[in-house]
């Protein structure tokens, strides 16, 4: 119990692990824009924004730009090599269509 005259404070402890769920659960956006200018004239303007989330949260989001990064997915090589054979194949069929006579 406090004693008159004393301040009482409420406290609440999370752990490293705790506040890293929660914000992965809900998600974190940080954003901010640097802009250089001289003499009135815009040299440079940078926008940064960054998404902290899960990754089951960022596909609720419908953001999923990793699935198809080459850098970073398996299926993205397989995608790439077929939108390759599918671009040969449209070419083909332009030049046939370009030789026939009209």
């Not at 003499?39 to 730009?65: F, N």
């Not at 990793?66 to 030049?95: C, F, H, I, Y």
């Amino acid at each position: 119990m406090a004693q008159p005259g004393q301040i009482v404070h409420a406290t609440q402890s999370s752990s490293l692990a705790d506040i890293l769920e929660r914000i992965l659960d809900k998600g974190i956006v940080i954003a901010g824009d640097i802009k250089i200018s001289l003499a009135d004239i815009e040299l440079l303007d940078i926008k940064i924004r960054l998404l902290i989330a899960s990754v089951d949260k960022a596909k609720e989001m419908g953001i999923d730009w990793w699935e198809s990064d080459p850098a970073l997915s398996s299926r993205a090589g397989v995608l790439e090599q077929e939108n390759s054979l599918l671009r040969e194949r449209l070419d083909r069929l332009e030049a046939s269509m370009a030789a026939m006579p009209s």
